[in-house]
């Protein structure tokens, strides 16, 4: 008699700070051979668990940490080898993620599922990155430009004024190491440096900026009366000249960071839209490959997740004032009509609470 075989057809999964692995039955196998590595090294590998069915939960696991595995399969005769050895093995690793998160390895492994790419050598580990980073850049952008406000101002930087007319803009650098502005949300500016009040600055045109021209009285509500902003180059302009002992308020939006290592995470902001970095990441390899055909699926596919997207973004929100009477029964909402159906009350039909 020989060995059984080595399991195939492995499969990784990670979500909830766990990693959950799955493999095709081996005939003749009565257990199964689980390990683990925090290297991959050859040598690093130890025994985890031996399962007799074709799946395991490892659940001892730190988040952020990369680990790689191996199966083998057990028989009355012995061990067989294991996934990682062999032509074309594929090295299992993954790293454990808080709910709703996902890190670049686990996208680039889905990414080339979804291209059915897996065992491909036609996009190098890096080029696969950067797709992947230029897709979510993609989702950022896209979510910016209409939800910006809801998922991704920065606490607000406050600047001392000096009597100067430019103010330099968060690089990642300046302001005790605060990420890099990307989109400006607006300006604020206090009468003195109590900031016992804040004015909204309105945004000017720079062919505009005559229009600005105000007198400033130092110390008063006139200060800052006559105030605006623009955004010219690295630094934020102000028209007039501001008043020294006064402090401007920055929110901004920070530039995303690009994903460099595996154990590098999507942010929870827009992690939840994975799904479409892992879509647009695929059609960008298959278009490489000329596969047109099946990019054009994918480009359908993309187009239903934006409308998902576009739907669904926009309600972060989904609390109603609170009211002592059902106001969305009320109004109309067929989906809200039978909270304590069948009472007096909030129910659908209820005379009670008015």
Request: proline share 5%; with cysteine; aromatic share 12%.
């Amino acid at each position: 008699m020989s060995l059984s075989a080595v399991p195939q057809n492995i499969t990784i999964t990670t979500g909830n700070g766990q990693i959950y692995l799955k493999w095709d039955e081996v005939a003749g196998a009565t257990n199964y051979v689980v390990q683990r590595s925090l290297t991959g090294l050859i040598g690093s590998y130890s025994t985890i668990a031996s399962p007799v069915v074709t799946n395991y939960l490892d659940t001892a696991v730190s988040i952020g940490v990369q680990y790689w595995y191996r199966i083998a399969s057990v028989s009355s005769v012995g061990t067989s080898g294991f996934n990682s050895t062999g032509t074309n093995a594929l090295p299992l690793t993954a790293v454990p993620c808080l709910p709703g998160q996902i890190n670049l390895g686990y996208l680039r492994y889905q990414s080339k599922l979804k291209a059915d790419k897996l065992h491909s050598q036609f996009l190098t580990e890096d080029e696969w990155n950067f797709n992947i980073n230029q897709s979510a850049y993609t989702l950022y952008d896209f979510l910016m430009t209409k939800f910006g406000d809801k998922y991704f101002l920065a606490p607000p930087i406050q600047i001392p004024t000096t009597g100067a007319q430019y103010y330099a803009i968060p690089d990642g650098s300046n302001y005790g190491g605060a990420p890099a502005l990307y989109k400006l949300a607006g300006v604020d500016a206090g009468i003195n440096a109590s900031n016992n009040q804040w004015f909204t600055l309105p945004s000017f045109n720079w062919i505009d900026r005559n229009k600005y021209a105000v007198l400033q009285l130092a110390g008063t509500v006139q200060s800052i009366y006559g105030l605006a902003y623009c955004l010219n180059g690295n630094n934020i302009y102000i028209i007039p000249i501001p008043t020294t002992a006064q402090t401007l308020q920055i929110w901004y939006c920070p530039q995303l960071k690009q994903m460099l290592q595996d154990t590098d995470m999507m942010p929870f902001s827009i992690s939840g839209w994975s799904e479409l970095v892992i879509v647009d990441a695929a059609i960008k390899a298959l278009v490489k490959e000329e596969s047109y055909d099946q990019a054009q699926l994918l480009v359908n596919e993309r187009a239903g997740l934006i409308e998902r997207i576009e739907t669904t973004a926009a309600n972060r929100d989904v609390g109603q004032p609170n009211t002592v009477s059902n106001t969305r029964f009320r109004a109309g909402d067929p989906n809200f009509g039978g909270l304590f159906s069948g009472f007096t009350g909030w129910g659908a039909g209820g005379q009670g609470w008015a």
